[in-house]
């Protein structure tokens, strides 16, 4: 695709988000608000069913894992134990013409190719003498880099000193690590999950809800014997990473591994690959997993004074556990699930756009007509059917415009499936189903409409 089509396929799914209620910039009437955005019906119900597949994939379903649900404003100690205080930084740099703020190491990336992340003098150093320019005003006029702590600060009435927004979520695993093993006795390899919001006090908020600042995370730690082979552990949570991505509807071909190269690793990780995604406007990160060895256990051991061990039942031997991190922005998921699943076709000389959700993940599952909104009898006959379904699935019930215009509003929020109470329903008690995908359409009874969505839902 060329880059003009990519943009225009971002265009597509921001106006689309915006005009059929999924995503809507937030405080629009105020003039709008540091590029946050609110989910609208259809995207609470997507995002609620990609939180519930995950959930499912991965605390629900595997024997050997547990969630929890910890919270926002945790003790300010944990982010000195995780270093976050002293160096979870983003190299600022202000235009002195324009006064417009950005991320230094992206402006020299996107300008050199050159990766800098955390030198300082060396991102000065090339933004001023290779002229780089300002993405707003054109020209090349900047202060010196400088960096600035991501952590939004407030403060608590019962705390004295600054308390923080967490910027992930899974310090608020590691702090209940030692209660998790009081309570639960779980055996190694086990592992915790947990879904949440995060705050990053992002330079610049881009992308639509790509880079936003605040957001929502799942996380997994996963903790293991370290005598067990790491290599194997880590392979297959990345299959399992990857299982979930196709699981949304995404294509192989869109995704690719990035491994961090070992000098860039952190002191503690032995392997760190992202998971990225090829977004309209460049390959990005989506998801990423980690190996953080005992770093984390030990540091909040020496800042709570608390052991964080794993006594061993069958050896009697206690150690710290190792452990592997995947996670994953719930947002980029979002947006990734919206690309995977816009379609542009061509139906008798007419455009259509669908949204080819897989099924777990459609905000609306079954859509439900009377052909006419003004015969009593079709509204209530439809009314019957949606009060039936809705108690299973979730469920819309239409009666504006003609049939074409539904189906066409239903397409574009990906609805798998729409009937229609027409007439002959009345007399034969059976409706039309019509299918988002394939368009084709059958007459089934109505009261044989419950196995029907059975068989097509839990296949
Ligand atoms: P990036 O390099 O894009 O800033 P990161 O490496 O800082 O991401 P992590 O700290 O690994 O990200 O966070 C885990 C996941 O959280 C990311 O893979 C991404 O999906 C999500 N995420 C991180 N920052 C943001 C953000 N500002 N907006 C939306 N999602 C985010």
């Known amino acids: 695709m060329s880059k003009e089509k990519e943009n225009d396929l971002m265009q597509k799914i921001v106006s689309l988000c915006k005009r059929r209620g999924f995503i809507f910039p937030a405080c629009e009437i105020y003039g709008g608000f540091a590029n946050a955005y609110s989910y609208g019906p259809y995207g609470a119900e997507l995002k609620n069913n990609i939180k519930k597949l995950w959930w499912k994939m991965f605390v629900q379903e595997p024997e050997e894992m547990i969630g929890i649900d910890g919270p926002i404003l945790l003790h300010p100690k944990l982010w000195e134990a995780s270093g976050h205080?002293?160096?979870?930084?983003?190299?600022?740099?202000?235009?002195?013409?324009c006064k417009m703020r950005f991320r230094a190491d992206h402006l020299v990336e996107e300008a050199t190719g050159k990766d800098l992340e955390g030198k300082l003098e060396e991102m000065t150093?090339?933004?001023?003498?290779?002229?780089?320019?300002?993405?707003?005003?054109?020209?090349?006029?900047?202060?010196?880099?400088?960096?600035?702590?991501?952590?939004?600060?407030t403060e608590m009435n019962s705390y004295e000193g600054t308390v923080y927004l967490r910027p992930e979520t899974a310090g608020?695993?590691?702090?209940?690590?030692?209660?998790?093993?009081?309570?639960?006795?779980?055996?190694?390899p086990f592992g915790i999950g947990q879904i949440g919001k995060a705050f990053r006090n992002e330079i610049v908020a881009r992308n639509f809800i790509f880079r936003i600042r605040e957001f929502e995370q799942m996380e997994i730690e996963y903790f293991f014997n370290p005598q067990e082979k790491w290599e194997p552990i880590f392979m297959d949570w990345l299959e399992r990473q990857e299982?979930?991505?196709?699981?949304?509807?995404?294509?192989?071909?869109?995704?690719?591994?990035?491994?961090?190269?070992?000098?860039?690793?952190?002191?503690?990780?032995?392997?760190?690959?992202?998971?990225?995604?090829?977004?309209?406007?460049?390959?990005?990160?989506?998801?990423?997993?980690?190996?953080?060895?005992?770093?984390?256990?030990?540091?909040?051991?020496?800042?709570?004074?608390?052991?964080?061990?794993?006594?061993?039942?069958?050896?009697?031997?206690?150690f710290v556990p190792h452990v592997i991190e995947p996670t994953f922005g719930l947002d980029r998921t979002i947006l990734v699930a919206l690309l995977a699943a816009y379609h542009e076709e061509k139906v008798e000389g007419e455009e259509r756009v669908v949204m080819k959700f897989p099924l777990a993940i459609a905000p609306i599952k079954i859509a439900i007509f009377p052909l006419l909104k003004n015969k009593p009898q079709l509204v209530d006959k439809a009314k019957e059917i949606y009060n039936l379904l809705k108690q299973q699935y979730t469920c819309e019930f239409d009666d504006n415009g003609n049939i074409g215009k539904r189906y066409r509003r239903q397409d574009e929020i990906g609805t798998p499936f729409c009937i229609t109470v027409d007439f002959d329903s009345l007399e034969n008690n059976d409706v039309t189903i019509r299918d988002r995908d394939t368009m084709k359409q059958e007459r089934i009874k109505i009261d044989e409409l419950k196995e029907y969505f059975e068989g097509r839902f839990n296949k």
């Open 85 to 97: 205080t002293e160096g979870f930084n983003d190299a600022l740099v202000d235009c002195k013409e």
């Open 125 to 153: 150093k090339i933004l001023k003498e290779e002229k780089v320019k300002c993405p707003n005003c054109g020209k090349s006029n900047w202060t010196d880099a400088r960096f600035v702590n991501m952590m939004f600060h």
């Open 172 to 188: 608020a695993i590691f702090v209940e690590f030692k209660n998790i093993i009081d309570a639960m006795h779980p055996k190694l």
């Open 243 to 318: 299982k979930f991505f196709y699981a949304l509807g995404l294509k192989k071909e869109d995704i690719r591994l990035f491994e961090h190269p070992k000098e860039k690793l952190s002191h503690y990780s032995r392997k760190t690959v992202d998971i990225e995604y090829n977004f309209p406007f460049g390959w990005g990160e989506l998801s990423g997993l980690a190996h953080r060895g005992d770093f984390d256990l030990t540091q909040h051991s020496k800042f709570s004074n608390t052991k964080l061990e794993y006594l061993d039942p069958v050896s009697g031997e206690k």
